[in-house]
């Protein structure tokens, strides 16, 4: 695998060598421009890609980046003679910090959603062209570059801003391709999933989308800085027109914004076919071409080229090899360890500490109250069963506990520490995960990555390497080693809730919280999950789980503790607890109790 | 019968929710269903009421096969829910979620007479007839989307958990309307976790666990059955 | 520091050019509070009404309030065959955004194809006719705009408040499952709005044909404002999208009297960052 990555990347830096020769070669200046068109686009759609294909934020406002670039560089060279070399990084440090800001006020408001980050950058591109266009930089009257002197890298001018825009191209797909196979790009990537179940899994989601945001404005700054010196004259309009939002976002959408590569391929394309239209009013006409294929992109390919060719070519090759076996129920691996799999573990000793004190905590959702005071101590290495009426704050803890939602009052303490200010990220981090009742896996990830991803970001913080062994560990522990490649849509019921299961288990934690982890399964597969819990357990893992099949609670739990009406009723051996009169009431009524 | 559910399975994508359900409502009846959280009793209600598709099995109403009608003509075939955790319209006022309840025609024709038996049933309403729906106390909002379920003037009344998150002594009065409503002439078929409560109302009853209906019968022979007991405590 | 005089004409400027804002952006609230489909075409939309409302005007001397009553059933029609075509194809949220964005662009492209960049003036003889009010002078054909602002979000708030398709609407939204259970045919009420939304564009093009100059660019200028409006003015609710307009518009007026008229787009955009940072839960 890595022979062949070694001879792609001598193969795409030969490539890029070659290219940069051409302005040698005595050919027209016509293929230097065409060619550093064909460049640009690529670079700016790929730099759209990185927040907003791998994190599904989708920006109209990239224009604000590029022309910040631009005028930037237009700004320094022409009116303050900087070196035009030097104008391009500070071009991206001044594009960078725009979208540092926006981005630090934005992706703080909890109900951000998609439509209105989108429509708020384009606002944002407006007010920074207002602003342009009203002040000295360049006050209506356009700025001219073309007098600013280009170092003499190649024969002449046009080719030496053709070889910027070829490594800044190149320069760029390497970038993205890191990010692509990079723990940001995997974070990204489930972020755009499902950004709730990514913050409980360990990604800082706030650091992460600046981050990415910061980088592909950046890029789009130092692009829009060379930019400035190849058009010679520079206008607002022209710069913030609605161009260049309008392309990268189909050229993106087209080629696969998911993919590192399917901007470039979609820009290729739409580029190449836009020279066909070059005069005024057939620019007109191409742009309305060019709309339309994104509105035909959008209702038939939503995916994109590069991914659909990915599947397209995946089947052929599945169904050349052995034909599909018959899909065997998973077996629950035997743990080497002194525990076996059927008994309860010898009592406790009492003085067992807690490893999660949880100390009158209250949580309110506006009026209503859904935990009033709740204080309980989970003892290291138990399993504590969780249990109550419909509506006594059950699934609310779980939350509150994993950081999902912030506490009213009251406090969390995990071996001592508190941790009821700390953001979910952060939570996870110290070896808390959970599982959701109805699976929430990352749906574009496969089985191996939604895995991986956990122990990567989990409590042991695993390198890349690292956290697919570990993954690879845990699918074989549930017995889904053999799907590791396919995707969760194309596992049953079953299947997704051991994929839950594994996620949650490879983030080394120490504590792990079962949300109904047994609902919607038949007895069989009932028993092989009771099964697997034990062996968690075995291994040292405390579990809490909540659970309404109150055999399976009763057999499986050290304690159980009742929760009715947001407040903690019971806590004690399972058989004592569930014949207690007063629980007995709260289930099934005052006279059955007596 | 009014109503015939036979050998129903209901399932969300592979997850089966309910593996197979048969039970009956006669014209005025008063049915019960109950078991512990997990069931499938909701999922149940909502079919009948047209919220869920099911993926096999039959239901009927008074002759007629609901599995032609479409989700929103359900209604119109006269049979009203009173959702679980009530779903009341919290950014309408009382009377307006009370006039979504009579939206169809034929019980729009009959919206002012209606109106009046729904306040002379709970009286409060009356007085907060202006009020914003979500303003109202957990009690008061039970009764709002009980008298919406009435404006529809149905024939058979679906009520999901009814006691749900209601303070013990509301829960009596709860169970005091149904009983009105039965009084009226309209069936009621009954989802409840509280056994106690659901068995002293009901006319027959049906136990379900995991997704089936277990037993079935008269309440007095049910509770003697120990495995009810079990099914809700584990013990 | 200017005059009183300039500033109170400002000041009635601006409240009639948010009436305007308003009536664009009645549409756009109802759909994306109503439907949850952002609709970037609404404002594409606008604007091919108003150059429909020029053509027909100076090339068929159609007077434009007969110009007007002829495209809004054809733009209702457009309104329901793009949800239509939303439905089969399965737009979500999301994709609606960037489906219409593409619209947008199409529509700017044919204005463009068919009556050029240039921009154009609608000339009427009732368009340089001013009420005088003391020092101040009160354009006609903008008072009538406003008027035309109110009245339609006052029947707007009226059918959505008493009528029982409003009623419905208003369920719908909140909770489409229940809404349906009480027999409420939630597709046909999409349809219907749909219709009702791109008629409501086709409307406020008459207008801005009345009173602004025509370019095909200008439809991305008016985004910001518009979307600024809707927001601020709650979505879904058509008085406070009149009432958002109308701070919107007599807000930038006096910024611009006060400092210079190119920093208007600015305004709009901070007074919506201020309100997203104050308050988030704008929906």
């Keep these: 695998m890595t022979g062949r990555r070694k001879l792609s990347g001598i193969g795409a830096a030969g490539g890029v060598g070659l290219l940069a020769l051409l302005p040698l070669a005595g050919l027209p200046a016509f293929y230097d421009s065409f060619l550093y068109i064909i460049f640009y686009w690529i670079s700016l759609a790929t730099s759209w890609a990185i927040l907003s294909g791998f994190a599904g934020y989708f920006s109209f406002g990239h224009a604000a980046f590029f022309g910040a670039g631009m005028y930037t560089t237009a700004t320094l060279s022409v009116k303050f003679g900087v070196p035009f070399l030097v104008t391009l990084p500070i071009a991206a440090a001044v594009a960078a910090a725009l979208a540092v800001g926006i981005g630090a006020v934005v992706f703080r408001l909890k109900q951000l959603r998609g439509e209105l980050f989108a429509l708020l950058t384009l606002a944002v591109s407006f007010v920074v062209a207002t602003i342009i266009l009203n002040t000295g930089i360049d006050g209506g009257a356009g700025v001219l570059t073309s007098s600013v002197a280009v170092p003499h890298l190649m024969p002449s001018p046009s080719g030496t801003i053709y070889l910027l825009g070829l490594l800044m191209c190149a320069g760029t797909l390497a970038i993205t391709y890191v990010i692509a196979h990079s723990r940001l790009g995997l974070g990204l990537f489930a972020i755009h999933d499902d950004e709730d179940v990514a913050e409980v899994k360990g990604i800082p989601t706030f650091r992460y989308k600046l981050t990415a945001f910061a980088l592909s404005a950046a890029i789009a700054g130092a692009v829009g800085g060379v930019h400035a010196i190849y058009v010679g004259f520079l206008t607002v309009s022209e710069t913030f027109g609605i161009a260049v939002p309008l392309y990268v976002v189909l050229m993106s959408v087209l080629g696969g914004a998911r993919h590192w590569l399917g901007p470039a391929v979609g820009a290729a394309i739409i580029a190449a076919s836009l020279y066909a239209f070059t005069s005024g009013d057939q620019a007109m006409i191409g742009r309305g071409f060019v709309a339309f294929l994104l509105v035909v992109a959008i209702l038939i390919l939503p995916e994109g080229i590069v991914p659909s060719l990915q599947r397209w070519w995946a089947r052929l090759r599945t169904r050349a090899a052995t034909p599909p076996a018959v899909s065997e129920a998973p077996g629950v691996v035997a743990v080497t360890g002194n525990e076996k799999a059927s008994g309860k573990v010898a009592s406790l000793h009492p003085q067992t500490r807690a490893i999660l004190e949880i100390r009158d905590v209250h949580k309110s959702f506006g009026g209503l109250q859904a935990l009033r005071g709740v204080t309980l101590d989970v003892r290291e290495g138990e399993i504590l069963g969780l249990v109550g009426p419909n509506g006594s704050g059950k699934t609310t803890l779980i939350n509150v506990i994993t950081g999902h939602f912030p506490l009213t009052s009251g406090s969390l303490l995990l071996d001592g520490t508190a941790i009821g200010d700390l953001p979910a990220h952060g939570i996870a981090g110290r070896g808390i995960a959970r599982t959701y009742q109805i699976p929430r896996p990352f749906a574009h990830l496969t089985v191996l990555d939604n895995v991986a991803l956990a122990a990567a970001f989990g409590a042991a913080e695993l390198s890349r390497a690292a956290s697919l062994v570990e993954a690879r560990r845990w699918l074989d522990f549930t017995g889904l080693r053999a799907k590791e490649t396919m995707l969760p849509a194309d596992l049953n019921l079953h299947e997704r809730k051991f994929l839950e299961l594994a996620r949650a288990l490879s983030a080394s934690p120490r504590l792990l919280l079962l949300d109904e982890v047994l609902s919607g399964l038949n007895p069989a597969e009932i028993d092989r999950a009771i099964g697997l819990i034990r062996e968690i357990r075995a291994q040292g893992t405390t579990i809490v789980f909540v659970e309404h099949l109150m055999r399976a609670v009763v057999e499986l739990s050290d304690r159980i503790a009742v929760l009715n009406e947001g407040a903690l009723f019971a806590l004690g051996e399972p058989a004592a607890v569930m014949r207690d009169p007063r629980v007995v009431s709260i289930y099934l009524g005052k006279a059955y109790a007596a | ?235 | 520091m200017p005059s009183m005089t300039l500033l109170g004409q400002s000041l009635v400027s601006g409240v009639l050019l948010g009436g305007l804002y308003g009536l664009v952006a009645l549409g756009l609230s109802l759909s994306w509070g109503l439907l949850r489909l952002v609709n970037l075409a609404h404002f594409a939309l606008a604007f091919l009404g108003a150059y429909l409302v020029y053509h027909l005007g100076t090339v068929w001397h159609l007077s434009p309030w007969w110009a007007a009553l002829l495209i809004a059933p054809l733009f209702f029609a457009f309104g329901v065959l793009q949800h239509a075509v939303f439905l089969y194809f399965r737009v979500t949220e999301l994709t609606s955004l960037l489906a219409t964005f593409g619209i947008s662009v199409i529509i700017e492209s044919a204005l463009q194809w068919i009556w050029t960049a240039d921009f154009r003036r609608f000339e009427t003889h009732y368009a340089s006719t001013s009420l005088k009010l003391g020092p101040i002078y009160v354009p006609v054909v903008e008072l009538a705009a406003c008027v035309a602002a109110a009245a339609l979000a006052w029947a707007t708030w009226a059918w959505l408040r008493w009528t029982y398709v409003g009623k419905a609407l208003r369920a719908a939204a909140e909770d489409p499952e229940i809404a349906v259970a009480f027999g409420i045919n939630r597709r046909g009420l999409a349809f219907l709005l749909s219709g009702v939304c791109a008629a409501y564009a086709g409307v406020a093009g008459a207008f801005i044909a009345l009173i602004s100059t025509l370019a095909p660019s200008q439809i991305w200028t008016w985004l910001g404002v518009v979307f600024a409006v809707v927001i601020i003015g709650r979505l879904g609710n058509p008085l406070g999208a009149l009432a958002a307009g109308v701070l919107i518009g007599a807000a930038e007026s006096l910024a611009m009297a006060t400092f210079s008229p190119a920093w208007a787009p600015v305004v709009s955009f901070s007074v919506l960052i201020v309100l997203l940072l104050w308050q988030p839960d704008w929906s």
């Design chain 2, 1 to 235: 019968m009014l109503l015939e559910a036979r050998h129903l399975r209901i399932a969300y994508g592979d997850a089966t929710a309910v593996w197979d359900a048969s039970l009956e409502v006669g014209e005025g009846e008063i049915v019960s269903v109950i078991g512990p959280n997990g069931a499938g009793k909701t999922t149940l209600i909502n079919a009948i009421a047209g919220l869920l598709r099911w993926n096999s099995g039959t239901l009927h109403l008074d002759g007629s096969d609901l599995a032609r009608v479409a989700a929103h003509r359900v209604c119109a075939q006269g049979v009203a829910l009173v959702p679980e955790g009530r779903r009341l319209f919290t950014r309408m006022s009382v009377e307006e979620n009370l006039e979504i309840g009579c939206y169809l025609p034929a019980a729009r024709a009959a919206r002012d007479a209606t109106l009046e038996r729904v306040y002379g049933l709970f009286p409060i309403l009356r007085q907060r007839r202006a009020q914003m729906a979500g303003l109202l106390s957990g009690g008061q909002q039970q009764m709002v989307a009980i008298g919406r379920a009435l404006m529809a003037r149905p024939r058979l009344m679906l009520f999901d958990e009814p006691s749900l998150g209601l303070a013990p002594s509301i829960v009596d009065d709860m169970f005091d309307i149904v009983r009105r409503v039965r009084e009226e002439g309209v069936a009621v078929l009954l989802v409840e976790q509280n056994v106690l409560k659901a068995m002293e109302i009901a006319d027959r009853a049906y136990v379900m666990e995991q997704g089936r209906i277990v037993s079935s019968g008269v309440p007095s022979e049910l509770l003697q059955q120990s495995h009810i007991r079990e099914a809700y405590l584990g013990v």
